[in-house]
């Protein structure tokens, strides 16, 4: 299955600024998911991204607030815009892989002060 | 509207009693399920994915079941080890480009104490 590198693993940051969070694949592939873990909460989809055209957001999440970048079919990054304390999540990556499902990243942990 | 109700929430076993994890799903036209699992401060491991109505699907103390509503994760004598949370997602099988997304339950959060 693909192997994928997230970071930062964790962050800590000031309400109003932003944090982008990249994924890095070590195979080339077509569709990449952003994912919000809420604190105690499951999985909730963010936008999928496809390389060379715009990410498709899913209903509560928009581009000015999450945009996301797919330079190419191993790379993608996720940015938190003007954040707040509501922020404060795990941020996962994610890709498919075929037989073995879909396969995550380790996660950002991301805490808005 | 996809749903996916994963019970109990949480489950506290001692090391070598076997219990069963609930899924119950709602989609139009399923796809595949997953079952995942989640270590504190980890991303989601796959576990198993399984495709139709009476498929099981083992892997060491674990096996996975599907029905046309639920699944089952049943785990046989647990470790200390297997403490994490599962987590169960459903993919349906729509043709539009959002075929490939999956809708995730709550997870159930499983404690086995030596």
């Known amino acids: 299955s693909a192997v994928i590198s997230q970071k930062p693993s964790r962050d800590i940051c000031q309400r109003g600024t932003s944090l982008t969070i990249q994924c890095q694949v070590d195979?080339?592939?077509?569709?990449m998911f952003w994912y919000r873990q809420q604190p105690g909460q499951s999985l909730t989809l963010i936008a999928t991204?496809?390389?060379?055209?715009?990410?498709?957001?899913e209903s509560g999440f928009v581009i000015d607030k999450f945009p996301i970048s797919r330079p190419n079919l191993t790379f993608s990054t996720l940015t938190v815009s003007n954040m707040s304390p509501e922020d404060s999540s795990i941020y996962l990556c994610?890709?498919?892989?075929?037989?073995?499902?879909?396969?995550f990243g380790s996660g950002t942990r991301l805490t808005v002060v | 509207e996809d749903q996916v109700t994963q019970s109990p929430e949480a489950l506290r076993l001692q090391e070598g009693e076997s219990s069963s994890l609930n899924c119950s799903y709602t989609?139009?036209?399923?796809?595949?399920l997953f079952w995942y699992r989640q270590d504190p401060g980890k991303g989601p491991e796959f576990l198993f994915t399984?495709?139709?109505a009476g498929e099981e699907k083992e892997k060491e103390r674990l096996k996975a079941t599907l029905t046309k509503k639920e699944s089952f994760l049943h785990i046989t004598a647990p470790k200390p080890e297997d403490s994490a949370t599962y987590l169960c997602?459903?993919?349906?099988?729509?043709?539009?480009?959002?075929?490939?997304?999956?809708?995730f339950g709550s997870g159930t959060q499983l404690t086995v104490l030596p």
């Open positions: 997602a459903v993919q349906p099988a729509s043709l539009s480009g959002s075929a490939r997304q999956l809708t």
């Open positions: 195979s080339q592939v077509t569709m």
């Open positions: 989609v139009s036209g399923l796809r595949g």
């Open positions: 994610s890709v498919l892989t075929g037989r073995y499902g879909y396969t």
């Open positions: 991204a496809n390389q060379g055209s715009e990410a498709t957001y």
């Open positions: 399984l495709y139709s």
